[in-house]
């Protein structure tokens, strides 16, 4: 079986690319490519040749991994992906993670920038995971989560605002399903797979109410990587017992928020080969683009059952 790497890059659809500045300030990442994307990518996004994507793409300096692209779409009509969801609700990306060594300092440099948390900060402990998180809205609607891990534990470099992007969430409709198509059709392992009653307190980041939640309420997690690692991982949550609305059909090019994950993998065309073996339908079969600061690679597209658009790719020697 072929596996691909964890993810190594997120891609942000956003109104201004001014942004960056964000990360640069804040997060205390740089700026390693900045300019026009290939044309190329419009095809594979299914968008019109007459639109033109301008990008940047940032990185934590302590880390060759983990990558943020920023991409401008101008020329198409774009709406805010996942407009009007409640956290709970399924479609798309829910928020991407990083971690800090002090996670209250950060959490008040985050809100001088402009930006305000969903919820308050939360301290949980749960299987091998014991961790402090605070989840704040950012531009363009993103969702950005804030990790201060203390089991286990990572030796995050003094000069080090916030680590690369290490995890991605999805809220899903049905885990079973999700897990299955992760597991049994792109080949990811499953690295925890928990289900919270509401009984022990800490686990709830999302501020939910106690008296609000039916008593069949339970929150379903699970994390999937292909090589069973947290490191370009994907959480799945399901809110069970909640009545949800998906948004799925908002979750794809052009549209602003948490666009993509791109994962590597050595040898696409047999990738996609195994995975359409399987059932799997892609949205963009494999093709060449230039995609700095990488070079050229092959890139392939597909939809998981909830509309999170993930990408592969192989670099072309």
Known sequence: ?????????????????SVADFYTKVAGWEKIHEGPADPRLLGHWHLPASCKIEEVVLKCPSEDRGYLRLVKIAGAEQ???RSGARDFDPGGFFYTQVRTRHIESKLEH???FGYAQTGQLKEFDFDFFHVKECISKIHDDIRFSILQSYRPSFDIPPDTELTALFNVAQVVSDIVEAKGFYVDKLGFQILIDTVWDG????????????????ENYA??????????????SIELMQHIGLNVQSYSHETLPPNLGNLTVRFPVSDLESYVSQVQSKGVILTSAPSSILLEPFGE???AALQTPDGAWLEFYQTVA
């Open 199 to 214: 009984s022990e307190d800490g686990m709830d980041v999302l501020d939910l109410n106690p008296k609000d939640l039916p």
């Open 1 to 17: 079986m072929i596996r691909p790497e964890g993810f190594n890059e997120v891609v942000f659809s956003v109104s201004d690319l």
């Open 79 to 81: 709406v805010v992906m």
């Open 110 to 112: 985050v809100r001088e």
């Open 297 to 299: 690679v092959k890139l």
């Open 219 to 232: 929150l379903a997690t699970a994390i999937v990587h292909p090589e069973k690692t947290n490191i370009g």
